[in-house]
Protein backbone atom coordinates (compact mmCIF):
# COMPACT_ATOMS: atom_id res chain seq x y z
CA UNK A 1 0.00 0.00 0.00
CA UNK A 2 2.86 2.43 0.56
CA UNK A 3 4.42 1.66 -2.35
CA UNK A 4 0.88 2.68 -4.60
CA UNK A 5 0.78 5.68 -2.51
CA UNK A 6 4.58 6.55 -3.32
CA UNK A 7 3.60 6.07 -7.04
CA UNK A 8 0.62 7.71 -6.95
CA UNK A 9 2.86 10.73 -5.28
CA UNK A 10 5.41 10.43 -7.96
CA UNK A 11 2.85 10.52 -10.65
CA UNK A 12 1.62 13.91 -9.45
CA UNK A 13 4.67 15.63 -8.69
CA UNK A 14 5.28 14.70 -13.06
CA UNK A 15 1.92 16.41 -13.51
CA UNK A 16 2.58 19.36 -11.34
CA UNK A 17 5.65 20.13 -12.91
CA UNK A 18 4.72 19.68 -16.66
CA UNK A 19 1.57 21.39 -15.63
CA UNK A 20 3.80 24.69 -14.19
CA UNK A 21 6.25 24.03 -17.35
CA UNK A 22 3.26 25.07 -19.53
CA UNK A 23 3.19 27.94 -21.51
CA UNK A 24 -0.15 29.78 -20.52
CA UNK A 25 -0.86 33.12 -22.82
CA UNK A 26 -4.33 35.03 -21.43
CA UNK A 27 -7.29 34.66 -23.61
CA UNK A 28 -5.47 31.47 -25.95
CA UNK A 29 -5.77 28.93 -23.69
CA UNK A 30 -9.10 26.45 -22.94
CA UNK A 31 -8.71 23.70 -19.38
CA UNK A 32 -11.18 20.78 -20.24
CA UNK A 33 -11.54 18.30 -17.25
CA UNK A 34 -12.36 14.78 -16.74
CA UNK A 35 -16.57 14.66 -15.17
CA UNK A 36 -16.56 18.58 -15.20
CA UNK A 37 -19.98 18.94 -16.25
CA UNK A 38 -21.34 21.60 -18.69
CA UNK A 39 -23.62 23.27 -16.09
CA UNK A 40 -22.44 27.39 -15.14
CA UNK A 41 -21.48 25.98 -12.24
CA UNK A 42 -17.88 24.62 -13.52
CA UNK A 43 -15.76 27.60 -10.90
CA UNK A 44 -17.81 26.66 -7.78
CA UNK A 45 -17.50 23.00 -8.37
CA UNK A 46 -13.76 23.37 -9.84
CA UNK A 47 -13.17 25.64 -6.40
CA UNK A 48 -14.64 22.77 -3.69
CA UNK A 49 -12.73 20.55 -5.01
CA UNK A 50 -9.43 21.79 -4.67
CA UNK A 51 -10.54 23.03 -1.64
CA UNK A 52 -11.26 19.49 -0.36
CA UNK A 53 -7.64 18.64 -1.48
CA UNK A 54 -8.13 17.95 -5.03
CA UNK A 55 -4.26 17.94 -6.80
CA UNK A 56 -6.12 17.90 -9.83
CA UNK A 57 -8.16 20.23 -9.32
CA UNK A 58 -5.54 22.97 -7.85
CA UNK A 59 -3.66 22.68 -10.93
CA UNK A 60 -6.65 23.56 -12.56
CA UNK A 61 -6.74 26.89 -10.25
CA UNK A 62 -3.36 27.23 -11.27
CA UNK A 63 -3.75 27.43 -14.73
CA UNK A 64 -6.30 29.91 -14.37
CA UNK A 65 -4.94 31.97 -12.20
CA UNK A 66 -2.07 32.17 -15.03
CA UNK A 67 -4.73 33.14 -17.31
CA UNK A 68 -6.52 30.11 -18.87
CA UNK A 69 -9.90 29.35 -19.40
CA UNK A 70 -12.04 26.46 -17.15
CA UNK A 71 -14.34 24.76 -19.46
CA UNK A 72 -17.12 22.34 -19.20
CA UNK A 73 -16.45 19.29 -20.40
CA UNK A 74 -18.90 16.41 -19.59
CA UNK A 75 -22.70 15.77 -20.00
CA UNK A 76 -24.46 16.16 -17.09
CA UNK A 77 -26.93 13.53 -18.18
CA UNK A 78 -24.16 10.94 -19.14
CA UNK A 79 -22.59 11.51 -15.95
CA UNK A 80 -25.94 11.08 -14.16
CA UNK A 81 -26.11 7.46 -16.08
CA UNK A 82 -22.33 6.59 -15.04
CA UNK A 83 -22.97 7.72 -11.47
CA UNK A 84 -27.13 5.61 -11.80
CA UNK A 85 -24.92 2.61 -13.32
CA UNK A 86 -22.32 2.34 -10.31
CA UNK A 87 -24.86 2.84 -8.03
CA UNK A 88 -27.07 -0.42 -9.66
CA UNK A 89 -24.04 -2.45 -9.93
CA UNK A 90 -23.70 -2.43 -5.81
CA UNK A 91 -27.18 -2.62 -4.86
CA UNK A 92 -28.10 -5.65 -7.16
CA UNK A 93 -26.38 -8.81 -6.11
CA UNK A 94 -23.45 -9.72 -8.63
CA UNK A 95 -23.33 -12.52 -11.12
CA UNK A 96 -21.26 -13.43 -14.45
CA UNK A 97 -24.50 -12.48 -16.47
CA UNK A 98 -24.91 -9.08 -14.32
CA UNK A 99 -21.22 -8.28 -14.17
CA UNK A 100 -20.71 -8.76 -17.88
CA UNK A 101 -23.85 -6.73 -18.71
CA UNK A 102 -22.34 -3.74 -16.24
CA UNK A 103 -18.98 -3.89 -17.75
CA UNK A 104 -20.73 -3.58 -21.34
CA UNK A 105 -22.96 -0.85 -20.39
CA UNK A 106 -20.01 0.58 -18.91
CA UNK A 107 -17.72 0.74 -21.94
CA UNK A 108 -21.03 1.56 -24.04
CA UNK A 109 -21.27 5.08 -21.60
CA UNK A 110 -17.47 5.76 -21.60
CA UNK A 111 -17.65 5.43 -25.37
CA UNK A 112 -20.54 8.38 -25.53
CA UNK A 113 -18.61 10.27 -22.30
CA UNK A 114 -15.40 10.27 -25.00
CA UNK A 115 -17.56 11.55 -27.89
CA UNK A 116 -18.97 14.40 -26.19
CA UNK A 117 -15.88 15.44 -24.79
CA UNK A 118 -14.36 15.38 -28.41
CA UNK A 119 -17.50 17.20 -29.54
CA UNK A 120 -17.27 19.64 -26.95
CA UNK A 121 -13.27 20.50 -27.98
CA UNK A 122 -14.11 20.62 -31.19
CA UNK A 123 -16.74 22.96 -30.79
CA UNK A 124 -15.17 25.36 -28.86
CA UNK A 125 -11.26 25.28 -29.04
CA UNK A 126 -10.30 27.94 -31.81
CA UNK A 127 -8.15 28.07 -34.30
CA UNK A 128 -5.00 29.59 -32.61
CA UNK A 129 -5.63 28.69 -29.34
CA UNK A 130 -4.23 25.60 -26.99
CA UNK A 131 -6.13 23.02 -24.83
CA UNK A 132 -5.04 21.27 -21.72
CA UNK A 133 -7.69 18.29 -21.29
CA UNK A 134 -7.25 16.55 -17.82
CA UNK A 135 -8.06 13.15 -18.38
CA UNK A 136 -8.21 9.33 -16.89
CA UNK A 137 -6.69 6.57 -18.04
CA UNK A 138 -9.62 4.50 -19.28
CA UNK A 139 -10.83 7.82 -21.86
CA UNK A 140 -10.07 7.73 -25.65
CA UNK A 141 -10.69 11.37 -26.72
CA UNK A 142 -8.09 11.74 -29.50
CA UNK A 143 -9.54 9.29 -32.00
CA UNK A 144 -12.96 11.42 -32.14
CA UNK A 145 -11.01 15.10 -32.09
CA UNK A 146 -10.71 17.14 -35.45
CA UNK A 147 -7.88 16.23 -37.38
CA UNK A 148 -6.60 19.82 -37.56
CA UNK A 149 -6.15 19.10 -33.52
CA UNK A 150 -2.66 18.32 -32.99
CA UNK A 151 -2.46 15.73 -29.62
CA UNK A 152 0.73 16.07 -27.27
CA UNK A 153 0.83 13.64 -24.47
CA UNK A 154 3.39 15.30 -21.88
CA UNK A 155 3.38 11.99 -20.04
CA UNK A 156 2.91 9.89 -22.61
CA UNK A 157 0.06 8.07 -24.51
CA UNK A 158 -2.01 6.47 -22.25
CA UNK A 159 -2.11 2.73 -22.35
CA UNK A 160 -5.58 2.18 -22.85
CA UNK A 161 -5.47 4.72 -26.47
CA UNK A 162 -3.08 2.22 -27.46
CA UNK A 163 -4.99 -1.01 -26.82
CA UNK A 164 -7.32 0.80 -29.06
CA UNK A 165 -5.09 1.25 -31.48
CA UNK A 166 -4.98 5.33 -31.61
Known amino acids: MAHNAAVVEKMWERIENV ?26 IVLELAGAGSRNHRALLGLQARGATLMGTESPELLVQE ?8 ASGVTVRTEDRQKQLRETLLEKRDRYIADRINGTLCAGENGILFMGTLHAVAKDLDADINVAYPLGPPRVEQRRGV
Open 19 to 44: VASLPVTTGTVRVYQDGLPVCGHEQD
Open 83 to 90: YQLATAGF
